[in-house]
């Protein structure tokens, strides 16, 4: 599988962003996640959403702010964000499972995208 994110860019505090993740090759029923990681920081969950869509997972630092969701016939993963804060200022990536549900936990992605970067400036 591979993970192709992009959307990421600068954009001032409250303001919007909208990430997308398309998977190529072999892709299949997997969970899907969006993962960051700001300079000098551990990788961190932001969302995470199983292959039908009824579980999702959120930070508790982006909840009611950012959405998750998928589009499984464009093999597409989206992240809308808004309310956009300096401290969300990190590489956003996109990962998939190998299996259906979904996991906070990013050691249990076995595939990743490249990052792309969001910058909210103050």
């Known amino acids: 599988v591979q993970l192709q994110a992009s959307g990421g860019g600068l954009v001032q505090a409250g303001g919007s962003l909208r990430l997308s993740c398309a998977a190529s090759?072999?892709?299949?029923?997997?969970?899907m996640g969006w993962f960051r990681q700001a300079p000098g920081e551990e990788r961190e969950v932001v969302a995470a959403i199983s292959w039908s869509t009824l579980s999702t997972y959120y930070a508790d630092s982006v909840k009611g702010r950012f959405a998750i969701s998928r589009d499984n016939a464009k093999n597409t993963l989206y992240l809308q964000m808004n309310s956009l804060k300096p401290e969300d200022t990190a590489d956003y990536y996109c990962?998939?499972?190998?299996?259906?549900?979904?996991?906070?936990?990013?050691?249990?992605?076995?595939?990743w995208g490249q990052g792309t970067q969001v910058t909210v400036s103050s």
């Open positions: 990962a998939a499972r190998s299996i259906a549900t979904m996991s906070p936990n990013h050691n249990e992605y076995p595939y």
């Open positions: 090759g072999r892709t299949f029923r997997n969970g």
